[in-house]
């Protein structure tokens, strides 16, 4: 575990994230569990070598599939707008996509200003309608600013 935090920590500036400092510190080094003539020990020693020589060219990949599809690392601003709309009990609006929608709800639950009396069902219950809602703006702000999608019938009708 403690060796995916610190490939987690090391590649999240190739996709444009902040890490936590000292988040691989969190996790306590592991030990191979099996014994070391036996195959899953050999197994294990094999898949961690090649996490190891696998990490950064998957996260150079996944930057470029992002920038390639025009998907931007998430906005601590534009979630903090959110939040603060969240904080008010009404969706966000003018978000660039999904991301800073949930991003948005996971901060506003464990945010202790959202909702303090409430137990943590009601409020969970509430950032769910809330970033529901959000999901429509943002859809209704995409169709009137870009136009609706047109549906391909079959047959050329």
């Known amino acids: 575990m403690q060796d995916r935090a610190k490939y987690l920590t090391s590649?999240?500036?190739t996709l444009g994230v902040a890490a936590r400092w000292g988040f691989d510190s969190l996790f306590a080094p592991q030990i191979n569990p099996f014994h070391p003539s036996s195959e899953g020990y050999f197994q294990l020693e094999l898949a961690d070598h090649a996490s190891a020589a696998l990490t950064t060219s998957i996260a150079n990949r996944v930057a470029t599939l992002f920038a390639d599809r025009q998907i931007?690392?998430?906005?601590?601003?534009?979630?903090?707008a959110i939040v603060a709309k969240f904080l008010e009990g009404v969706p966000g609006e003018h978000t660039a996509g999904l991301g800073?929608?949930?991003?948005?709800?996971?901060s506003s639950f464990k945010n202790?200003?959202?909702?303090?009396k409430s137990s943590n069902v009601e409020r969970l219950?509430?950032?769910?309608e809330l970033v529901l809602k959000s999901v429509e703006v943002f859809e209704i702000e995409r169709m009137t600013t870009r136009g609706f999608k047109k549906k391909h019938l079959k047959g050329g009708h």
Do not use: R, V, Y
């Open 112 to 116: 202790d200003k959202f909702m303090p």
């Open 11 to 13: 590649n999240a500036p």
């Open 72 to 80: 931007h690392p998430p906005d601590d601003q534009e979630t903090a």
């Open 125 to 128: 219950k509430t950032i769910n």
């Open 100 to 106: 800073p929608i949930l991003n948005a709800g996971w």
